[in-house]
């Protein structure tokens, strides 16, 4: 049970400004991911709601209680790392059940709580082996472990995936929405990777220069881009940009799969490059005045590299900004 | 194929350098002192024992072996106590000034020690601890202080940073931090400068000679004793310089494996 809301908070190092009043309420068992490239400040708004950053200006308050004073053991929370930081010298289970053992939890509860914990990780076997004798993935059970162990009230994960191949991220990203699901605790999830933001969490916010550009469900930040970062972030491929005519300043925002070819199309282009997915193609075309173009279609459609074709833009697909960038309903 | 041989030749070389003077020492402490002095030097000879029997009888080698030893190993506990909490300060809350502390620290080795001679006596008279161990102890540990610092600092500065950002979550307190966490993984850099600061308080003979007479005086001494005040006897010497020398020697040659490996504790992370 924890809510973690965040007033006006900023960091600063220096005269460097990380975090900008960052408003934000992060609900009871609700699963949000920090979404931004990096230097957005995700990582250091995570560290500073662990506590192992101090708060410049603002404040976090978890559950209602304002934490400034509170250490970060303290806080309920638990942290899984990047780098998954597990403590070399130690078996899984020891690294799993260290906080345990620093709270002076007598040795049998300790080894039934880790077992539990493995069990439901499925990582039973592990349990005995040495950090060195582990791969990757297994590491990363570990360190989910020795976060699940504690029972906190919120988990703290920051890029806990990066380090993976592409089939292991696939499966984690799976195993973590179960998880989030069993557990039924506050999630809040650090990324680069709007892909895993996409596919796991409740709520995406995103983070741009230290600022909230945008806080919202997956979808409505798909469908309904705040800003041309957000438009360009979330999404793969990109959304299209292209300068809108008659309207000065202005650009249009179109997704590949709002773009049709070859039906009397407004646009004309030469197509350049070709993405056969199988199941979709992804059409790259330069128009004539020069602007990059990917159209997305079904399928394998008939048309080749240097083949001049005619593009048209679904109505509903258009996403019109201003000149400062915001999005123009 | 060619600077390898190089390379192995260059080291044996210099291995065979450096080990010479102590093989010749300890062919010397076997001859009389006729052929000890013997030109051009003798090769062959009937080795005798009379030497180490003669200086086992004018000291008490057991002696100044006990003080060597006590302060030694006091003197390297003394320095890891100090030293271990102010690397770890310095290491992971390091200030605008650390760098300068460090080079400060480090600053303090180019002092020649004679300069502080006098000072240094004068207090030790003043507190009694002329001719004691545990003067020896206190001014031991603080002239390798700066180098054990200075090793745990680069040792401590190799763990990385989240794996103690892992241990404060997990509710460490900095104690528990420092015991449970970081020594452990820095044991090897750790063993490593206390095997050099052994090592250097073993080989030390300046405050040994100046602070003590009898009672506290280390093998440095012993070894000193001998060449004074009856002229050179080099064979005697010889021996009372291989006493000396015997134990660190067998000391630093059980201990290698453990030294070349927190040597070269950052490079294989």
């Given at each position: ?11 600063r190092f220096g005269s460097h400004e990380v975090v900008r009043r960052v408003d934000l309420l992060v609900e009871d068992r609700e699963f949000v991911a920090f ?110 472990g020795r976060a699940m162990v504690r029972q906190p009230k919120a988990f703290l994960l920051d890029e806990p995936l990066s380090n993976l191949d592409a089939a ?162 | ?234 064979a005697k010497l010889s021996a009372a310089s291989t006493l000396a020398t015997a134990p660190i020697l067998i000391f630093g040659w059980i201990s290698q494996r ?12």
């Open positions: 049970m924890a809510s973690i809301e965040l007033r006006s908070v900023g960091k979404v931004g490239p990096s230097g957005s400040g995700k990582s250091t708004l995570l560290r500073m709601i662990a506590g192992l950053e101090t708060v410049s200006e603002g404040e976090i308050l978890i559950d209602g209680q304002s934490v400034a004073r509170v250490p970060p053991a303290k806080r309920g929370l638990a942290m899984v790392f990047q780098s998954y930081a597990i403590y070399p010298h130690m078996t899984a289970a020891e690294n799993m059940s260290f906080s345990l053992r620093l709270a002076g939890v007598p040795k049998a509860e300790r080894d039934a709580k880790v077992r539990e914990v493995a069990r439901a990780l499925e990582m039973e076997a592990l349990l005995e082996r040495k950090p060195r004798a582990l791969s990757g993935g297994q590491l990363q059970r570990v360190a989910l292991l991220q696939a499966q984690m990203r799976l195993e973590l929405v179960r998880l989030h699901r069993e557990l039924k605790t506050t999630m809040i999830y650090v990324t680069h990777d709007q892909t895993e933001a996409m596919t796991m969490a409740d709520r995406i916010v995103v983070l741009n220069e230290g600022r909230v550009e945008q806080a919202g469900t997956p979808l409505e930040l798909y469908n309904r881009p705040a800003s041309l970062f957000v438009a360009g972030f979330i999404g793969a491929p990109k959304m299209n940009f292209l300068p809108a005519q008659g309207a000065e300043g202005r650009t249009l925002g179109v997704r590949p799969e709002h773009v049709r070819i070859g039906e009397g199309g407004e646009l004309a282009g030469e197509i350049v490059a070709l993405e056969r997915l199988g199941a979709r193609t992804y059409v790259h075309a330069r128009l004539t005045d020069g602007t990059r173009l990917v159209a997305e279609a079904a399928g394998d459609t008939g048309v080749r590299e240097g083949d001049r074709l005619a593009f048209r833009i679904l109505p509903e697909g258009r996403h019109w900004f201003d000149g400062s960038g915001r999005r123009v309903t | 194929m060619r600077t390898k041989w190089a390379l192995a030749a260059a080291g044996w070389m210099a291995a065979g350098a450096m080990f010479f003077p102590l093989l010749w020492m300890f062919l010397t402490s076997f001859k009389t002192e006729i052929t000890a002095v013997a030109t051009p030097p003798a090769l062959i000879f009937k080795p005798t024992l009379d030497n180490y029997a003669a200086v086992l009888e004018r000291a008490d080698y057991a002696q100044f072996a006990a003080n060597s030893v006590v302060v030694a190993l006091g003197s390297t506990l003394l320095a890891l106590a100090v030293a271990i909490p102010a690397a770890y300060s310095m290491a992971f809350f390091p200030t605008r000034r650390t760098r300068g502390v460090l080079l400060w620290m480090l600053s303090t080795k180019m002092l020649p020690a004679v300069g502080v001679l006098v000072p240094i006596f004068l207090l030790w008279r003043r507190f009694g601890l002329l001719d004691t161990r545990i003067g020896l102890v206190l001014i031991n540990s603080a002239s390798v202080l700066p180098i054990v610092v200075w090793m745990l600092f680069s040792y401590f500065r190799e763990v990385p940073r989240e794996i103690l950002e892992a241990c404060r979550m997990d509710g460490a307190t900095p104690r528990e931090e420092l015991f449970h966490v970081l020594l452990p993984l820095s044991k090897p850099g750790i063993t490593a400068t206390a095997l050099l600061s052994i090592i250097l308080c073993w080989n030390e003979a300046f405050w040994s000679l100046n602070l003590t007479t009898v009672r506290a005086a280390t093998l440095t001494v012993f070894t000193a004793s001998f060449s004074s005040p009856e002229g050179l006897f080099w453990q030294f070349a490996r927190g040597l070269s504790f950052g490079a294989v992370k």
